[in-house]
């Protein structure tokens, strides 16, 4: 559970911490689950850097195209762990050949809006 936490907080920083604590009050053992297993099990393996790592979940978050508030959190994930603005385009874009055309649309507008509200923030 605390190397979940830890490893939550190194690649999602805020805002998945507010993604566990919103499940307190309705699911709080979802909440645990997502601690222990995503980020304290298979983030932590050994075999594939978090950058790697992001660049999957930002792609198979596309191709799914149903998604789009975790996409959001992952693209943010995706620029604290060392990819450029540039490589997640081409991620999402790349997802229009085995996702289709809509899916690849809805992660470019993710991107977008992740990409203005970092602007923002600065």
Do not use: W
Not at 10 to 19: H, L, S, T
Not at 96 to 112: E, H, I, R, S
């Amino acid at each position: 559970m605390e190397r979940g936490r830890r490893l939550l907080s190194e690649i999602d920083g805020e805002a998945g911490e507010r993604v566990a604590a919103s499940l307190s009050g309705i699911a709080p053992d979802f909440a645990r689950y997502l601690l222990e297993f995503p980020f304290g099990d298979i983030y932590a393996r050994p075999g594939l850097a978090l950058r790697d790592r992001e660049i999957a979940t930002i792609a198979a978050l596309t191709a799914m195209g149903t998604a789009t508030p975790q996409l959001k959190v992952h693209i943010e994930a995706g620029l604290k762990v060392g990819l450029s603005r540039d490589e997640i385009v081409e991620i999402v874009m790349q997802m229009a050949v085995y996702a289709g055309f809509p899916a690849a649309l809805n992660g470019l507008q993710a991107a977008k809006e992740v990409f203005a509200a970092c602007d923002e923030a600065i």
